[in-house]
């Protein structure tokens, strides 16, 4: 009998490190989504430099994570610095740990872990990158990409998820609106107010000049990937597969993230419909990805009724917010990254509340206002920063040549160049 039991929590064991493995997979796939969503909604001189940034961040994101961000996020937390830093990762479980450890062993492999959390941070900082579209200089974010990834995110990572104070204070935030999301997007205006817009995006007398995107077959398939990849993102945040009552959780969790994103996209192309007049594609896209966004920080309680509403008020919010940052604020956002990921995540974490009831709004506003000054200040000290020894913007030759041939020293359509 003792060793049929070792040979079940090995087994439990192997399966949720397989599924966590599967799902950290998916969340890598949404960098795929990122890249072609952005390449999508961009012009065409751009399309090999933004590509580049996205290809890099995921790498700088993985190397980062290693070496210091995962021990700053998971490692001797304390209520606000951690106690102790540790350099890159430790030694994985073994099978003596594992049954010797009972109902209380490890679910899944330390390895498996860092994997899935890894592909995290690269989404937060993929946030950035559609952002600051079109104008940036592509070594200056990739020096904030390193900071980002290495320090800012892991910190306010830790708060939450490594059981510092806001995870103390009762902040709710299932699989990231805040802690990645709201995070990434807090960064990205940082960056987009220091930077400032594109030439020729506002006039004098301010009126906006509309810059579509190049691609929107490309952008629409990006949607769907990050779409798909979101089923690993909140999925694979349940932790584990292993027993009848996981097992439901994380069938429940899928249903309601595949709910919210449907009802974020009738709403924004249906609100779009009856403000602009038009069915707005670009508007579907943004739709669906709020939905994505508002149902991530509590997939598992509400019912797919309540997250097809929950997503479709997403839908609803990201629509104007699109419109009043860039007519308004004069926020020039190429892929509306700030609405979808910073306003939408903020609805997201309000939500909590109406059916997790062991949330509360004084708890989720918190965590929401910790982790928008945090990152917001701290991203536009480094911004400052990098901005004063390097510069963070290109000349505007580069910028009306295309950020591919100033920066990449390559065009993505070479066939097209006399489109420029």
């Known amino acids: 009998m003792e060793q049929l039991s070792g040979d079940i929590l090995q087994t439990k064991y192997a399966l949720d490190t397989f599924y966590f493995l599967v799902m950290g997979a998916f969340v890598m796939w949404m960098a795929a989504g990122f890249s072609m969503l952005e390449a999508g909604l961009v012009r065409s001189k751009n399309t090999a430099e933004i590509l580049t940034k996205n290809i890099v961040l995921y790498s700088i994101a993985c190397i980062m994570y290693m070496v210091v961000g995962y021990n700053i996020m998971y490692t001797n937390a304390a209520d606000i610095f951690p106690s102790a830093l540790t350099f890159g990762l430790g030694a994985d479980n073994d099978a003596a740990s594992v049954i010797a450890g009972g109902d209380d062993a490890p679910y899944y492999s330390s390895?498996?872990?860092?994997?899935?959390?890894?592909?995290?941070?690269?989404?937060?900082?993929?946030?950035?990158?559609?952002?600051?579209?079109?104008?940036?200089?592509?070594?200056?974010?990739?020096?904030?990409?390193?900071?980002?990834?290495?320090?800012?995110?892991?910190?306010?990572?830790?708060?939450?998820?490594?059981?510092?104070?806001?995870?103390?204070?009762?902040?709710?935030?299932?699989?990231?609106?805040?802690?990645?999301?709201?995070?990434?997007?807090?960064?990205?205006?940082?960056?987009?107010?220091?930077?400032?817009?594109?030439?020729?995006?506002?006039?004098?007398?301010?009126?906006?000049?509309?810059?579509?995107?190049?691609?929107?077959?490309?952008?629409?398939?990006?949607?769907?990937?990050?779409?798909?990849?979101?089923?690993?993102?909140?999925?694979?945040?349940?932790?584990?597969?292993?027993?009848?009552?996981?097992?439901?959780?994380?069938?429940m969790v899928f249903v309601n993230t595949n709910m919210a994103a449907a009802g974020g996209v009738v709403a924004g192309l249906v609100f779009a419909r009856l403000w602009f007049g038009k069915a707005d594609l670009t508007m579907a896209l943004n739709g669906a990805l709020a939905g994505l966004v508002a149902i991530t920080a509590e997939p598992l309680t509400p019912s797919p009724e309540m997250a097809t509403l929950i997503g479709a008020i997403g839908g609803l919010i990201v629509v104007p917010s699109i419109v009043f940052m860039d007519r308004i604020f004069k926020i020039d956002d190429p892929v509306g990254a700030i609405s979808v990921h910073g306003v939408v995540g903020i609805w997201g974490l309000l939500a909590v509340p109406i059916t997790n009831n062991d949330a509360t709004l004084g708890a989720q506003l918190m965590g929401i206002g910790t982790i928008f000054v945090f990152v917001f200040v701290s991203s536009f000290v480094i911004w400052i920063a990098i901005k004063a020894i390097m510069g963070i913007r290109v000349s505007e030759e580069e910028e009306f040549e295309g950020l591919d041939v100033g920066e990449c020293g390559l065009e993505a359509y070479p066939e097209f160049s006399s489109s420029k």
């Open 111 to 251: 390895l498996s872990d860092f994997f899935f959390q890894v592909v995290f941070v690269a989404t937060a900082m993929s946030i950035v990158s559609g952002a600051v579209a079109e104008r940036m200089k592509l070594w200056a974010f990739f020096v904030f990409a390193i900071i980002f990834t290495g320090f800012i995110y892991p910190l306010q990572g830790m708060w939450k998820w490594g059981g510092g104070f806001l995870d103390a204070a009762g902040f709710s935030d299932f699989a990231g609106s805040g802690v990645v999301h709201m995070a990434g997007a807090s960064a990205a205006l940082a960056a987009v107010i220091l930077l400032g817009a594109r030439k020729g995006k506002y006039n004098k007398d301010g009126s906006v000049n509309a810059i579509p995107g190049a691609n929107l077959p490309m952008a629409t398939l990006g949607t769907f990937i990050l779409w798909l990849g979101w089923f690993g993102f909140n999925g694979g945040s349940e932790l584990k597969v292993s027993d009848v009552a996981e097992a439901n959780a994380t069938a």
